[in-house]
């Protein structure tokens, strides 16, 4: 088995995913690039330096370049590699879709900017796309709304193609209940990456008013991003808003584990990893009803929330009263279900 990926730059749910499961069942990646610490299982391409400079140039090293023919089973990751698949021969090719591609089809995404492509640009390479993924043998989607979205724009896709959603995994600690007897910090966590359909400028502007009456109570953000240095100009002032950067991975789960609650603050995201990170560790998601990672989770789950009700939810948090309150139900293993799912297509 080998994957395709677009590139590692970002510390994206995406990159991460596959990164962790390359290592779990030792599996080599082909990328264009890798901007973050040396993987012996990823490859880049030889000519990264160029790649580096724009993620067009991605885009087109895959789509006119980017060729592999192996007695083997390829799983595609990325929206760019995507453009590579009908070029590629190998036993069996398989998409795991995390989204469609953003930039072609912005209007289904909120908070997306609007596409800088012209309608005849658009459409040729919604066409060019399309005609990839009906030379795939199976795509994976990592949620229901995902595959919603993939069906309304390509209406006859499963007549050529078989599909299936796996939810992806976290590499954090699975615990089945939250540890007892701990007094949690009168602190909450937003993990995401630092962009505007991200939609943590909105979130901050709403905890405002929820921060001037509980002055005893601080919101770490953690990550980076495009944002990060207006939001620290924006935010900082306000001592109870901490920007942490990027965090080691024990460092980020203590700091997840000790925590209220973590905010999930995209309105619309395909499945959410950031969110899955708090769940296996048993800590409280806050999240709006509409993103994927809501699919695992009951109808009457308690902590979805909008505008009007999010500080609400806030303040029962950090009470006592909720510190013995049960989070989740009949929770599973993503990661054992998603590991052993990836080793049965072998």
């Known amino acids: ?148 979205k993939f069906l309304h724009v390509f209406k006859d896709l499963e007549k050529n193609v078989e599909t299936e959603v796996l939810y992806p995994f976290s590499d954090l600690e699975f615990r089945e209940k939250k540890l007892t007897n701990i007094k949690k910090s009168k602190y909450f966590v937003i993990n995401s990456r630092h962009q505007h359909y991200k939609n943590i400028n909105h979130i901050l502007s709403l905890l405002l008013p929820f921060l001037k009456k509980n002055k005893d109570v601080k919101i770490f953000i953690t990550q980076e991003g495009k944002l990060t240095e207006n939001l620290m100009i924006s935010h900082n002032q306000l001592k109870q808003i901490n920007f942490t950067g990027y965090l080691k991975l024990r460092d980020y789960q203590s700091l997840l584990l000790n925590s209220a609650g973590i905010i999930f603050p995209s309105r619309d995201e395909d499945f959410g990893i950031a969110a899955l990170d708090a769940y296996n560790l048993s800590i409280p998601v806050i999240v709006q009803k509409n993103c994927g990672f809501s699919e695992i989770l009951p109808d009457d789950y308690s ?30 293993d993503y990661k054992k279900i998603f590991l052993q799912r990836i080793s049965d297509l072998s």
Request: glycine fraction near 2%.
């Open 1 to 148: 088995m080998i994957i395709v990926h677009d590139f590692f730059s970002q510390n994206g749910g995406g990159e991460n995913l596959m990164s962790s499961l390359a290592k779990e069942l030792n599996i080599k990646i082909l990328t264009s690039y890798n901007v973050k610490k040396k993987h012996k299982l990823i490859k880049q391409s030889r000519i990264n330096f160029l790649l580096k400079r724009s993620k067009l140039f991605v885009y087109l090293f895959f789509r006119y370049f980017f060729r592999i023919n192996v007695d083997d089973i390829i799983i595609f990751s990325g929206n760019h590699c995507c453009f590579s698949i009908s070029n590629c021969k190998a036993k069996k090719k398989i998409l795991y879709a995390h989204s469609l591609p953003k930039s072609l089809f912005s209007d289904l995404y909120m908070d997306h900017k609007r596409s800088f492509f012209s309608e005849f640009l658009k459409n040729n390479h919604i066409k060019h796309y399309i005609r990839n993924l009906q030379s795939l043998d199976k795509i994976i989607f990592n949620s229901n709304k995902t595959k919603l």
């Open 303 to 332: 902590y979805f929330y909008n505008d009007m009700n999010l500080n609400d939810i806030m303040t029962r948090l950090i009470s006592d009263n909720e510190i013995k309150t049960v989070f989740y139900k009949n929770k599973l």
